[in-house]
């Protein structure tokens, strides 16, 4: 088993997919009638059926080579999820103030990406561990540092060169993919007719070590 970091899965075919986050969180009923929920994960997975990405024979053939050479589930690999792939919102442009990383101790050089999702009280905390090459935007103290730093776009580690003094504020903002990998080792199709054809194809974002 390996990670594939480049190419991702086609944008073509995952712009049109169906899906979305998904959490395992039971809920039991008591004779009584009332209930409690059981939260399992503290942060969602994602998954989609990619084949209404599937409009024609070449879309077709682009997701065999890559169900081919990932061996079915053999291969872990980057999924762009179109609802959810920037440090801040969709219609917002990507700014280095979007996330907050961090406040340092004193000489720390080292973050890791994440994005909080807050509902009043509430929040989310999601790590990224595949940001997206070049568009990592750091700050400190609500200052872009365009030099000084290198990305890990492997893992999501960012790292200053020089060190931090304690209480300096990190911010960043990026773009990002989930890792995934496919949902069969089979890969289903019928043709009707040379160019229609149906499909049911899973991919499953993974949780990374």
């Known amino acids: 088993m390996s990670f594939i970091e480049s190419p991702r ?3 073509e075919i995952s712009l049109q997919s169906e899906g979305g986050p998904e959490f395992n969180t039971p809920v039991i009923q008591v004779k009584s009638g ?3 929920s059981q939260i399992n994960w503290d942060v969602d997975l994602r998954s989609w059926n990619v084949a209404s990405g599937i409009k024609n024979q070449t879309d077709f053939y682009t997701l065999l080579e890559f169900f081919l050479v990932c061996r079915g589930m053999g291969h872990r690999f980057r999924y762009k999820d179109w609802s959810d792939y920037k440090s801040g919102r969709l219609n917002n442009a990507v700014t280095p103030l979007d996330q907050t990383l961090g406040t340092a101790t004193a000489g720390q050089t080292q973050f890791q990406l994440i994005k909080k999702y807050i509902l009043g009280g ?10 997206m090459s070049g568009t990592i935007r750091p700050s ?3 200052t872009e540092e365009t030099t000084g730093w290198t990305f890990d776009t492997t893992t999501g580690l960012i790292t200053r060169s020089v060190g931090l003094s304690v209480g300096q504020v990190v911010k960043a903002g990026f773009e990002f993919d989930l890792p995934a990998m496919f949902g069969v080792n089979k890969l289903p199709a019928r043709f009707r007719h040379p160019e229609f054809l149906e499909l049911d194809i899973p991919v ?6």
């Open 34 to 36: 009332f209930s409690k």
């Open 140 to 142: 400190v103290d609500d």
């Open 9 to 11: 899965f086609p944008d």
């Open 122 to 131: 509430l929040t989310l905390i999601r790590t990224i561990k595949k940001p």
């Open 204 to 209: 499953n974002e993974v949780r990374l070590a």
